[in-house]
């Protein structure tokens, strides 16, 4: 079956023929407009919601999400939220770049589950059932985490990490999800120059000339 891909950008949920450009780093992604590739789409326009499914995949700002399932809504203040399912036996995947100091290597934060929930309004992601949160910084893995439940928050660049999935008439505990494991680089230290010994000008200080001094003459 030849594949229909649909391209949408809510910007509100309104539709558009488009081409779907690339997407570029953007300070504040929750701000850019969001694009959906896709094999199949079903809109409700009076709840203001949207089902991608099939080859799904999702850009906004730096944003990515893949998945076989997306499921779009847009709040009565303009916020978006998506949740992307992935197929049987498979994980989706996210991706995003964080803010650096100019200058700086740039950084991503991807990750894969079973399912990730994107709250525009709170800015953060949540990657639910096998889920592993990784971040790369100039190319080279720093962090590499995975546990059952990850949030990442990209205004707080804070994430959570739970062992089990919470789940409806659980009790605590009761959910067998293993434990937290995680790999943390350690970020080099800024680099200092080295003290000089006392009595030692700095580098960089020119030593001034001292004016000679005269003894005073005899009247």
């Known amino acids: 079956m030849k594949r229909l891909p649909t391209l949408l950008s809510f910007l509100p949920l309104t539709f558009a023929a488009a081409m779907v450009l690339p997407a570029h780093a953007e300070r504040a992604d ?33 944003i990515v999400l893949r998945g076989a399932q997306l499921d779009v809504r847009q709040d009565p203040q303009g916020y978006q939220y998506g949740v992307v399912t992935a197929a049987s036996g498979k994980r989706a995947f996210f991706r995003q770049k964080r803010d650096t100091a100019p200058g700086a290597p740039e950084e991503f934060v991807e990750g894969e589950a079973e399912v990730i929930e994107y709250d525009g309004r709170k800015d953060d992601v949540r990657l639910i059932r096998r889920a592993q949160l ?75 000339a001292t004016p000679q001094l005269t003894a005073p003459q005899e009247p």
């Open 30 to 62: 929750r701000d850019q407009p969001m694009h959906i590739e896709s094999d199949a789409l079903r809109h409700d326009e009076l709840q203001q919601t949207s089902v991608f499914t099939g080859n799904v995949v999702m850009t906004k700002g730096s």
């Open 134 to 208: 990784r971040r790369y910084t100039g190319g080279t893995l720093s962090d590499d985490i995975t546990g059952q439940q990850i949030t990442y928050n990209n205004l707080t660049d804070v994430f959570t990490v739970d062992s089990q999935t919470p789940q409806a008439g659980n009790k605590p505990g009761s959910s067998s999800g293993g434990r937290v494991r995680a790999v943390l680089a350690p970020k080099a230290p800024p680099s200092a120059s080295p003290a000089s010994p006392a009595g030692t000008p700095a580098a960089g200080t020119r030593l001034q």
